[in-house]
């Protein structure tokens, strides 16, 4: 089947099998190696892209259901060479270690904080991001991170990280 | 240090990030060659049964299937079978394990046939219409069942499930629990963990078959362990393979084995002379990458009347699965010195036998036998606190060896390098906010609160840095323990340092940079870090057991004190001065007395490469390579208190407060320490309160996927707090470093446990099991007011 859709900005036009998943799509056809795939049950959340701008997971969607719709991946966050703000802000928190769940948490993450412009606290991101799985980093500094680009985006000031941190 | 810390001991960010942070990062399911051919692994779908007939004819009729095989098929292409590289003691039943299995299935996915295929659509389909005959025989799950007579045999040949027992005495064990006026003795069941890594296992092989070159992209812990184990088990020359790790993502002791597919893969790249490529299901991941844990402990303490402990005697039954892989029968033997924690004694016994089971192998998780033995003694000596009448602090601080800076003896038999634990017991106690705590806990027990809150301590030690290989020799592990740098100075000052260990996040390109960087003088931005490559770094042990910065640190801190040396003679050349008469500092020379005369570093190594004014006989170039072999274990210890609150009417756990304070020694890179300590402690707590993998009485897995086997998510468990206690350095390096990747998953679960059992204490509660689920509580809580209701 024809698809058309725009991914990351540019439009592409692909023969796509019926039961191919978004997801190879992104990483066969596209070659876009970003989005990973961590599991076969659409737990861990490791695939999650953007469509239309709300988070999906890519494992879950077929690659003709994308068909008109605009797509965002990790390779489109970071612009003209500046890292987007939660790609910063997992550097500088500390919020990836293997970096395998990383891309799909940033496109949570991006998702969750534009559906909460009145801003996020400790548990909204705790469970905001259940459906994104990470094995490395026990996820606080992921918090630290999401609430510090929350607050970047939302253009105020960073609010408190969450309790415990180094004594 | 030798020379004036500037990165070492902050938080430079990490220099890993930036490609994995944009989606460049290049796992091994990212790559992708000309002409690619895809494996998928045909599994039983019985824990035991006898394979009959292997028909592959209809998978090899169908589009796209190029070649398919069965265990038989590919009997005559193994040199050796899969690496077991520890045979802990003389008589150890060691079945050999094919990458297939010919005659039996000995678990629920061992491999009985291989399907190769134009794409992995083509070959799952061609794996389908595989016919194999299978018997199906009785399984045996249970390790007590499988020790009793009659219990069917997993390796027939062996007439028993035993694979070994291994015995550790120190001391007159016997005398002193003969004479002991108080002997404490409970019983504890470690559940079996599947470790998880959030990136399956990937290979792919790339055949040259007119140079008969091969190199494989593993997602692996140990490529170069790998490398030697393809070589043993296909006979191919090791200067013909090239295995690569490349960005890895997660291990957890998981990718610490060298697996039937690696070797199946190259067999059939071999053969077909085609590029094959393997990625793992997280279904298969469940079923075929190994376990971890899974042990049933007798616990008995020695101790006199005030509580102190006088003798340990422990008797472990450690489930060895249905093979043995690489270290499976050594993993509970790491833990094997530490059963007596941070604690004296004069007797020590230590017993474990390894039991075969028709369940998945099971091999190092992260900790690998050193959070058995956490949990056993963080365990048992609450217990013997309740019997004499202390609490939990009084029985530690009674037992606790004296704070040391100098090599002491523990009753386990090792030396310990360095340690403080009141002092690591106190900040904790401090940073918890204790007397608020109890206060509030006795509030809540008077008002008779539905939410019950309980406090839990866990004052662990454990050993890592793995490992002396005279030490590693004298427990029969069959390779060293040693790891290797060579650094390099390009003739315009850039580094490269190359390093045998192997990360999977651990943060080794930096924390390497920054060691190298003030050894050196030379900024951390112009330093670059290799390593994962048998190719490139020739020389390495890779990384697991806590070692990396501990000996592949120490190796890098060694090359560049080597290139110091060289560079010092170069400038006194220069300079023409006597080496005594230079300083340096920051990675300058300087003439004693005439700072103005200098030389950098950097400088010097174009000197070494323009070698046009050399001091005689001096070779030419500015690199140099140190492998280090350590003379001694290190030892970090410390102390966590986790404060649970439990729903007594839903048998709920929550963690409400918990504090980890952990001596590391020496910290290079506070935010990376960090980051590995509240990784490992979510994943402890995750263990005690959620992860168990469990079977039927078949052998059938029924935690079988990621969503009935509960990896815990951001909204299940809490934030922590960190400590880093009195930080002494450790003796046993010269950079005084210890490790930190396993501390959290060592230490945490018995203070969870501990906890839950301190909040149900009112109830008369003093044992439940693990995970601590709301059942589990629900019905302890039952059973503890009268049975059923």
Redesign the interface.
Known sequence: MRISLTVNGTAHQDDVEPRQLLVYYL?ETLG??????????S??G?CTVLVDGRSVKSCTMLAVQADGRDVA???G??KNGE?HAL?QA???H?G????????GM?MAADSLIREHPEGLD?QG???G???????????????TAVLAAAEAMNGRAPAAA?????? | MAVAAKYVGT?V??K???E????????T??FVVPGMLHMIVVRSPFAHARIGSVDVSKALAMDGVVAAFSGEDLAGDWAGPLLMAWAVTDDIHNPPHWPLTKDKARYQGDGVAVVVAESRAAATDGAEAVDVEYQALDAVVDMDAALADGAPLVHEDFGTNASYTWTLTNGEVDKVFAEAPVVVKERYVIQRAIP?????RAILVQPNTAMGDFTMWSATQIPHIVKVAMTLGLGISESKLRVIAP????G?GAKLQVYAEEMLALALAKRLGRPIKWVE???ENYLASHHGRDQIQEVELAADADGRIHGYRMKILANMGGYLMIITPGTPLLGAFLYCGCYGGEAYHFECTGVFTNTTPTDAYRGAGRPEATYAIERAIDALGRRVGKDAIAIRRLNFIPAFNEPTPMPGGLMLDSGDYDATLD?ALE?IGYDDLRAEQQARRERGDPKQLGIGFSTYLEMCGLAPSRVLSALKYAAGGWDAATIRLSPTGKVTVVVGTSP????HATTFSQIAADDLGISVDDIEVVHGDTMLAPLGMDTYGSRSLAIGGVAVHRAAEKLVAKAKKIAAHELEVAEEDLDYEGGTFSVKGAPDKARTVAALAFSAWTAHNLPDGMEPGFEETAVYDPANFVFPYGAHICAVEVDTETGEVKVAK?VAVDDVGLVIN???V??QV??????GIAEALLEEAVYDENGQLLSS???NYE?P????????????GPGLPSNSNELGVKGVGET?TIASPPAVLNAVIDALSVYGITDIGRPVTPERVWRAIRDAKGGAQ
Do not use: W
């Open positions: 990483r876009l190696t970003g989005t990973n795939v961590g599991c076969d049950t737990t861990c490791a991946t990790i390779e966050m970071a890292l790609q997992f550097h500088e500390h990836l270690q293997c970096g395998y769940c990383t891309p940033i400790e991101v705790r469970m991001l259940e459906g994104n799985l990470c094995r490395c980093t026990g996820y606080q500094n992921i918090v969450p309790a415990g941190g180094e004594a | 938080s960010p990490r890993e990030d930036p994995l942070l944009t989606g460049q990062a290049k796992y399911d990212d998880n890594a959030i990136e399956p960005r890895v993502g997660g957890f299901e997280r279904s900040q940073l999977h996040g651990q943060g918990y506070p935010q990376i960090e980051g509240v990784g490992g402690v979510i994943q996927s990621m969503t990896i998510a951001a909204s299940d468990v809490p934030s922590i707090t960190i400590g880093r959290g």
